[in-house]
Every structure is written in C-alpha cells, then in structure tokens.
C-alpha cells in the first residue's frame, strides 16, 4: 500500500478514484518526443501535462508543451536523448518551475529514460512515477524476460540463450529447434533487432549484429500471429487488460519483416481458451515482476501458434508502449478508469483497496469492449526525402472515391463516431526528413484493420494510400546535408 498522505482517506471505489484525480493539485508530466502513448490521460487528471519534443497539434493541443526554440544537441541516438534534450531546455525548466505547488515540482513519466534522465529530474525536483532505470534496463532485456517467464510459470516458444560464434556454432547450439530460426538481441525495436535465419546467407546478412553480443535469444520459427496485453503490478496484485490483436510485418506500414505496425482490439477477438490463458499468464508475470522489484505499467507480446494454438510469451515492454493508447481509450476505461490511472495510484501517496480478480474479469467481457484499430504507418522506401506538406492531426473522412479530407483538429480519438472517419496523429511533420523506417504518423479507426486470417484489409489499405497521398516531398541527396540535421538513418524505438 502506497504511503498514505496526512488525512487522505482510502479510495475503495471506481468513483472514489475518479473524484481524487479530478482534484489532483500536483502537477503530473508526461515527458516523451510525441505525447502518443498517454493521449487523453490529460482529461482524467487535473494538473498534468504532455512534454513533447514533436508538437503533433501545432500548438492547439490545450495541455501540450513544446519549446518553442530548438537548441543545438549531439544527434539523437534514442528516446532517452530526447528526453534528456527537454529536460535541460531553459523553456522546459522554467515551465516546471512555474508550475510547482507546495515547494514540489511535481510527478514525471516517460516511456523511456535512463540514469542520466534520472538525475535531471532530481536537479528540477520531479519525481519519477516508474521503477529505477536500471532495473527497467535489466528486465527489459529480451534473455532476461526468458528466465522471468520460467520463474512465473509462463510458456515461451521453445528456445535457447547463449552467446553465438558463427552460423555452425548457431546450428549446433539450436539442433533442437530445427532449421528455421528467430534470433533476437537483448534490446531494441522488434523491426530493428529480431532476425528470421535458415540458412548461412541469411546469418551472414546479420551477423555483424548477432556476434557482437554476449547472449542472445534463439527460438524456434513457429506459424504464429502477435498479441499485445497490458497490465499493471500492484501491491494487492495485478490488473489485466484486455488481450488484442497485433500487426506485424505488413509491407504497406513497416519496411520490418517483424517490425510492429498496429493493432486491433475486439470482443471475442480470441477464444475463451486463449483470453483466458493470457490473462492468467500475464497476471502471473506481474505477479513474477513484484519479486523482481517492479510495479506500475507494463506490456507483454504474446504469439499464438496458428498450428495448435498454444500461447507463448513474445516479449515484456516494462513500461507505458505503444498499445497503451488503445487500452486506456477503450470501452472499459471510458466507463470506469483507465489502467494507466492504476500506475499512478502506485506512486501517488494515497491509500486504495480494489479486487484485481474482480476488475480484470469485468474488462475482458464482451459487453465491455468495443472495436478500434490503429496503424502505424512508417516511411517504407529506401529514400532520403524532405517533407514540404504533411497531414495535421485531427479527425479525417474518407469520400467514395477513396479520396479522404480533413474534418476539423481534435485531440478527442473518440470523435470519431462513423466508419468513413479516422482520426490521425502527425509525427513526421513539413520540414522532417522521411527516410526508411521514419514514423510519419498513427491512424486510430473505429472497427477491424485485418481478416479473420491475419491478412490487412482492403479498408486498411485505402486508408494508407490516402494518408500517404497526403505528405508531398522532395528527393534530396545525402551527402549535401549536415550530418547534424538528421534523425539517425537506422531509426529509434519513437513510442
């Protein structure tokens, strides 16, 4: 239980919960290069604000900060410079400060951070609302997450670790997994980092990557599809989301064989067998992750083998991630608090009692879904390109002809009432560069994205054309720009 605040009583309902974060005088940020992964959490809790290095609103957005002047910076290798770029911006520093309240410059969340983020949040007297970074770091290594799902009692596809030599040391190590193999280093972007190998050509394409680690993980290659699940670790247990569908790999949004693109979540999108499989297993691993030190927020991959339908853990992602959009948006949250809320309530000093079995089960119902989906729609040509126009974010409709307007700015994902709507959120904006792999934006839509059969939808397919019919560009050539104005060509984990 939480450290109690003098005087603050024990929050025992949904309402109750409701009602503290309405009142809530301390300033919460949300710290990250898009405000993304927490959009609408600002409408649940008084007093908190998006941080962002990318403005996806052009300043309309009500509760947004961005500075206004770009300072010189080292080139960003990864979300955690950006971070660290915000919170030593003087127009940052002087926005916290001006918000403090009781001496107290308030509570931070980021999807990513490291020691060095730590310790500037400690100069300007934020407190972080996550685990240390090194614990997050050593949980979040792919190996890791192996040896704490066999401490919990998870499945995971049938695998090895072990440091790898050469393509014959591979194929000795990995007999017992047969010929097709997953091969996966301890951190990074599925897209960037997970690599499908059969044979010695393959391995030598990514071998450069492979051997340069001590340890990697090696599973066998099974026909399977992704799943994402959300959950969050509290002291009297751990709170499960809904389990939802995942696309991975779609060559219209990723140029990443297994690079994630989007999801979908849906009643009955799995038989009861596996929703209720993947909530006991993830509840198990929270569970797992208490021991190791661990509460708040966090998503798990699961992969369902289309053969015989066995479920697998995937990955952990110990954070907020690129799901938490469609979990704290969903019918569940809407009616009664998002998950998110949970997390803070953890780190909040304030007391509270809820039945996690009794919570968990309600959401997984039926009746307390509805459907969205969301694409991540990525630059997918091996081009270097200046953008000179950019769709805004906001609320898009799609005519008959497949052509698609804007409708009017909103921050609101749930303004999207009809079928011919979308709402999407720019990331990539006029002036940015669009090179293989760059984020141009996210499309959130009411209804499926996919078949029955994991295949992208014709509806999905019209509505990236049209998006990215949308952003006008011109070629440019490499070598003719400054080193220092680009985004790294390789790409970062952005959400």
């Given at each position: 239980m939480p450290n109690a605040s003098k005087g603050q009583k024990t929050l025992l309902t949904v309402e109750d919960i409701k009602q503290y974060f309405k009142a809530n005088e301390m300033?919460?940020?949300f710290i990250s290069a898009t405000n993304f992964n927490l959009l609408g959490i600002d409408e649940w809790?008084?007093?908190?604000?998006?941080?962002?290095?990318?403005?996806?609103?052009?300043?309309?957005?009500?509760?947004?900060?961005?500075?206004?002047?770009?300072?010189?910076?080292?080139?960003?290798?990864?979300?955690?410079?950006?971070?660290?770029?915000?919170l030593q911006h003087p127009e940052v520093k002087n926005f916290i400060r001006s918000r403090s309240k009781n001496g107290k410059a308030g509570k931070a969340v980021f999807l990513m951070f490291n020691e060095r983020t730590e310790q500037l949040c400690a100069e300007l007297g934020l407190d972080i609302c996550f685990p240390s970074s090194q614990l997050r770091a050593f949980l979040d290594n792919k190996v890791n997450t192996n040896r704490i799902a066999e401490k919990a009692g998870v499945a995971c596809v049938p695998y090895?670790?072990?440091?790898?030599?050469?393509?014959?040391?591979?194929?000795?190590?990995?007999?017992?997994?047969?010929?097709?193999?997953?091969?996966?280093?301890?951190?990074?972007?599925?897209?960037?980092?997970?690599?499908?190998?059969?044979?010695?050509?393959?391995?030598?394409?990514?071998?450069?990557?492979?051997?340069?680690?001590?340890?990697?993980?090696?599973?066998?290659?099974?026909?399977?599809?992704?799943?994402?699940?959300?959950?969050?670790?509290?002291?009297q247990g751990t709170l499960v989301a809904p389990l939802m569908?995942?696309?991975?790999?779609?060559?219209?949004?990723?140029?990443?064989?297994?690079?994630?693109?989007?999801?979908?979540?849906?009643?009955?999108?799995?038989?009861?067998?596996?929703?209720?499989?993947?909530?006991?297993?993830?509840?198990?691993?929270?569970?797992?992750l208490l021991k190791e030190g661990y509460k708040g927020y966090f998503e798990l991959d699961f992969l369902i083998d289309k053969d015989n339908s066995e479920i697998y853990l995937g990955e952990l992602n110990p954070r907020i991630s690129g799901v938490s959009s469609l979990t704290n948006h969903s019918k569940f949250a809407m009616e009664e608090v998002p998950l998110f809320l949970y997390h803070l309530l953890e780190w909040m000093e304030v007391p509270y009692e809820i039945n996690v079995a009794e919570l968990s089960n309600r959401w997984t119902q039926a009746e307390n879904m509805d459907s969205w989906s969301q694409l991540v729609i990525k630059h997918t040509r091996k081009t270097l390109e200046l953008a000179i126009k950019a769709p805004a974010s906001g609320i898009w409709e799609?005519?008959?002809?497949?052509?698609?307007?804007?409708?009017?700015?909103?921050?609101?994902?749930?303004?999207?009432?009809?079928?011919?709507?979308?709402?999407?959120?720019?990331?990539?904006?006029?002036?940015?560069?669009?090179?293989?792999g760059a984020d141009l934006g996210i499309l959130v839509m009411r209804g499926r994205l996919m078949s029955n059969d994991f295949e992208l939808s014709e509806r999905g397919k019209r509505w990236i054309r049209a998006i990215r019919s949308h952003y006008k560009s011109h070629m440019i050539e490499a070598d003719i720009l400054d080193e220092n104005d680009l985004i790294n060509s390789e790409g970062f984990k952005m959400m």
């Open positions: 300033p919460v940020y809790i008084s007093n908190f604000k998006f941080i962002s290095h990318i403005d996806c609103f052009d300043g309309e957005h009500p509760n947004l900060f961005s500075p206004a002047e770009e300072l010189p910076h080292d080139e960003f290798s990864c979300m955690e410079d950006i971070n660290n770029y915000l090895v670790l072990s440091p790898v030599e050469s393509y014959t040391h591979l194929q000795h190590i990995s007999a017992h997994l047969g010929n097709d193999l997953v091969v996966q280093t301890p951190f990074g972007d599925s897209g960037h980092t997970t690599f499908f190998i059969s044979t010695a050509g393959e391995f030598d394409h990514y071998a450069e990557e492979i051997l340069k680690e001590k340890e990697v993980k090696i599973m066998k290659r099974i026909n399977c599809f992704g799943t994402a699940i959300e959950g969050c670790v509290t002291k569908t995942e696309l991975v790999g779609f060559k219209e949004l990723t140029p990443y064989k297994g690079g994630w693109c989007g999801n979908e979540i849906f009643p009955n999108a799995f038989n009861e067998d596996i929703r209720e499989k993947a909530k006991r297993y993830t509840a198990k691993f929270g569970d797992q799609m005519k008959m002809n497949g052509h698609i307007a804007y409708k009017k700015m909103d921050a609101h994902r749930q303004s999207v009432v009809q079928d011919t709507e979308a709402f999407y959120l720019q990331i990539t904006q006029k002036d940015g560069y669009l090179y293989e």
